[in-house]
């Protein structure tokens, strides 16, 4: 018998055994003819996963916040303006970094499982100059989705760099870099990506190349500092040995086989299976009786599905009974309802067993709660969204 629990968390996620494979290669030296190889691609590939075929990448140790911490300490001086469409955790965060950096911060919020309306962003731009505003693709504290082509719209008819947190997105719920007007693009290998947690990914526009150029004081954070980093990707997209501090080599080598793997799959057919076992687990949960954090479907993303417990039922016993039936969620993250919701996370190499896997731990777990329900309706809804 399998001696592992199916981990169906938001990050990080289940990793393919190739991507696990490459983690434990005989670690090179980082100016190893192969593996300068291995960086110069994954540079290349990372063009083709966030759609920005002009974008410059930048691939750093550390995690998904140092990625934010990338964009925000080279983009900001002291006194520079910035809007956050705050959506969750993750917005409340972004406001915090970008202070640090001296960023008059202002927070445009909806009510917890809400987004703010385009109005109202178009609005606040147009109340005040702002020279940055930040966005998260998917608040994974509340699981609501963002619509970053509209946004990306208004921030061009304003001339505001948008920074786009895409930590539980990128590579799962679709975002288009260039098309859609996006300045920054950030991430983290653990999600989507499919790479054990330890790297920072993002990608940046000419636009904010520009910016980051005008700048008038030096970046305060060292490590961030793009000046340091870009020689350093330019060197490997030439194919040319270069140092600034020691890449970490196993997780990039990682980093370009699920990188591979995705394209593989192509960026399209990767979406649409995001949004099929989104739809399949969040049926399942809907006919479970069940309601979501986000108010409306359409505010849902494809990456994760965060359910409010039913009522009568503890929260707590739910999630060890769930993780007693061999699949392991997450509570709840978001300071306002955090006992009263869990989260799934299903993006990356997420399978429709994964799914079915899932939907049959939480009612196995329902039902040893005594909550009442006919049992099998939650699999027969993820079943009927997969058959289509
Ligand atoms: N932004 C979002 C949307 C996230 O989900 C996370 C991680 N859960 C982060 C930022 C921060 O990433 P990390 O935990 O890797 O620092």
Redesign the pocket.
Known sequence: MKDRKLLMI??PIEFEPAVLAALGMPTTSHIAPDFIEVFGQVLERMREVFLAPEGQPFVVA???????DLAGANLIETGDRALVVNT???GD??GDLLSRYGAEVAHLRAPVGGRPALRAVEEALEARAYKLMTV??????TGVVTDIEALGEIARVHDVLLVV?????IAGQELQMDAWGVDVAL?????AIGTP?GL?LMMASPRAMDAFWARKTPVSNYYADWGNWLPIMEAYEAREPSYFGTPAVNLITALNVSLGLILREGMQASFSRHIRISEACKAAIEALGMTQVPIAPELAAATMTAPRFPKGVDGRALLAAIKAAGVVVAGG?HPEIKGKYFRIGHMGAVSQGDVLATVGAVETALAELDYQFEKGVGLAAAMAVLAT
């Open positions: 938001p990050g550390g995690s998904g916040t140092f990625a934010m969750g955790y993750f965060r972004y998260t693709h998917v608040d994974t504290s947190d895409g930590v539980c997105s991430t983290a290998s653990q999600k947690p920072a993250l």
